[in-house]
């Protein structure tokens, strides 16, 4: 089975920190995806990548950065953290870049601001 | 932005009734796929529907898909106590996927 590890299930910061959120998945899926998670609103997707040292925009990537150095690995970066960015983070990755791919999930970091 | 909207928003029912779930969604699409949410947990895939099939079934899981209508239904049947969750739609339009809102479903034993 595919397993898309999160580094942190809880993590709190202070705002104007700088986050760093993990993500790293083990089956060489080429794309890898992070998401927000708010009640009412679902999931949208800030950012993602096609492949190593990729990255496209998603629909809110405003306050956020992204890193893929290694295939396996996709991190976010809140650059000066806020409070309207408490939120759960999700992460997934699907195999190639084709639109009929399932997408696998992380278990998810609930990422509170203070 | 939320292509796809879920309804009902909640749903609870007793164990061994079925459960229906609706999305509808506002552009074409590719496919249409289902995820379950365990509370705090990440999205498990269920089920993907192309544009050109009606029905998709997978164990106690029906799906269907009117493209007319741009709206798709999950059937879980002989619920269990086990499927309380949150359900999702997302369609795929492109390279993305795009969630709805999601159906919170408790099925009290």
């Known amino acids: 089975d595919v397993k898309v590890t999160q580094s942190s299930r809880y993590l709190v910061k202070r705002t104007g920190e700088k986050v760093f959120l993990e993500c790293v998945q083990d089956?060489?899926?080429?794309?890898m995806f992070w998401y927000r998670q708010d009640p009412g609103l679902g999931l949208r997707l800030i950012y993602f990548s096609y492949d190593v040292k990729m990255k496209e925009k998603g629909d809110i990537p405003e306050g956020y950065s992204v890193s893929r150095e290694k295939k396996e690995r996709f991190s976010l970066i809140l650059e000066s953290a806020s409070t309207n960015q408490t939120s759960m983070y999700l992460c997934?990755?699907?195999?190639?870049?084709?639109?009929?791919?399932?997408?696998?999930f992380g278990d998810g970091t609930r990422l509170s601001i203070l | 932005s939320q292509q796809g909207e879920e309804d009902p928003q909640a749903l609870s029912i007793q164990e061994g009734e079925n459960a229906t779930m609706n999305c509808s969604y506002k552009t074409s699409i590719n496919n249409l796929q289902w995820y379950r949410q365990n509370s705090g947990r990440g999205l498990v895939h269920l089920i993907l529907i192309r544009s050109n099939e009606r029905e998709k079934h997978s164990g106690r899981l029906r799906v269907t898909l009117d493209t007319s209508k741009k709206s798709s239904s999950l059937l879980i049947t002989a619920s269990r106590a086990a499927d309380t969750a949150s359900y999702f739609c997302?369609?795929?339009?492109?390279?993305?996927?795009?969630f709805g809102g999601g159906t919170r479903l408790m099925v009290k034993p």
């Open positions: 089956m060489d899926h080429e794309n």
């Open positions: 997934a990755s699907s195999l190639i870049r084709r639109s009929n791919q399932p997408q696998h």
């Open positions: 997302a369609t795929n339009a492109g390279n993305m996927l795009t």
